[in-house]
């Protein structure tokens, strides 16, 4: 995130649980935690991106002479009042957590990213490109035309020929939709990359055995298989911390309201039990 000028970056997820920043600051070439902040509260940003994300080319009524429809469908989706929204949110908890970084990178939502592996052939390095939008042209959900593409192309595995090429690709809409919301909240938008990314970087770093990273959100729970320091491959359940706290409300008899305060209590006493453990085999 440092490989640009500024001495200071902020790291913002907005979830469906809330809006988490963090910002970094670089200190003798390493990021240093600066402060942090979350604006708990429900938001539908998953519903958003993956309705628009999930739309056909057909679906819109992108044939000849109906291009006002899909306009239409999108503005529907991502409207005026959205931005507004969730930028006030964004602003807000910036404020609180005094904030001074002016450059934002982005984790974009599974919902929102086509992920895929493809493998080509060895190809002319002025024909790759065309190629390789052939390829994945067939795989995408949307008209290539309507996404944003980004590819990696990844180390070759034992002695195969073929070139392993990792894509990610998001609508259009969505990139326009997140680069609105930072523009009203007066944040300049660095770059968006898909949540993997983030994770990978975070949590196995320059680590290139296999790894699982388990991402157990408000809604979703995201698995993300990680090979070489990259996401292959990953897939995601519509059960998260929410269904939890259902099923938890529902088995001990309490208020919803009071699980969040229930878990902590749990948590602080195995953190108890655990440390008089530790001290009594230290003690031994």
């Known amino acids: 995130m440092f490989l640009s000028k500024p001495k200071s970056v902020l790291g ?14 670089k200190t003798k070439n390493r990021p240093v935690l600066f402060t942090y902040g979350l604006a708990a509260g ?21 044939k000849t002479g109906v291009e006002a429809k899909k306009t239409q469908v999108t503005n529907q989706i991502f409207t005026p009042e959205k931005v507004v929204e969730y930028a006030a949110v964004l602003k807000a908890v910036c404020q609180k957590s005094k ?9 974009l939502p599974v919902s929102a990213v086509f992920h895929a592996v493809v493998n080509l052939p060895p190809v002319k390095k002025n024909e790759f490109e065309t190629i390789l939008k052939a ?17 990696q192309i990844l180390p070759a595995v034992g002695e195969e020929k073929s070139q392993r090429v990792l894509i990610n690709a998001v609508a259009r809409e969505v990139v326009v939709f997140y680069t609105q919301i930072f523009q009203k909240a007066g944040i300049v938008l ?11 970087r975070a ?4 680590d290139q055995s296999v790894a699982m990273i388990v991402d157990v959100g408000a809604e979703h729970t995201n698995f993300f298989i990680i090979d070489g320091g990259v996401a292959i491959t990953h897939n995601s359940v519509e059960i998260g911390g929410d269904r939890l706290d259902q099923l938890l409300s529902s088995a001990l008899g309490i208020d919803p309201n009071l699980v969040g305060r229930v878990k902590q209590d749990w948590f602080e006493r195995l953190l108890l ?12």
Not at 99 to 107: G, M
Not at 203 to 206: A, K, S
Not at 273 to 284: G, R, S
Request: no cysteine; glycine share 8%.
């Open 12 to 25: 913002v997820d907005i979830g469906a649980g809330g809006i988490k920043i963090v910002e970094l600051h």
């Open 42 to 62: 429900r938001r539908d940003v998953h519903e958003l991106v993956k309705a628009v994300s999930q739309q056909r080319g057909g679906e819109l009524g992108l």
């Open 99 to 107: 904030i001074t970084a002016k450059n934002a990178v982005v984790s």
């Open 203 to 206: 949590l196995i770093g320059r």
């Open 190 to 200: 660095e770059a968006l990359e898909p949540e993997s990314t983030a994770l990978e």
């Open 135 to 151: 390829k994945v042209k067939k795989l995408l959900p949307r008209p290539i035309e309507e996404m944003t593409l980004d590819y």
């Open 273 to 284: 039990k655990k440390n008089a453990i530790a001290k009594a085999d230290f003690l031994n």
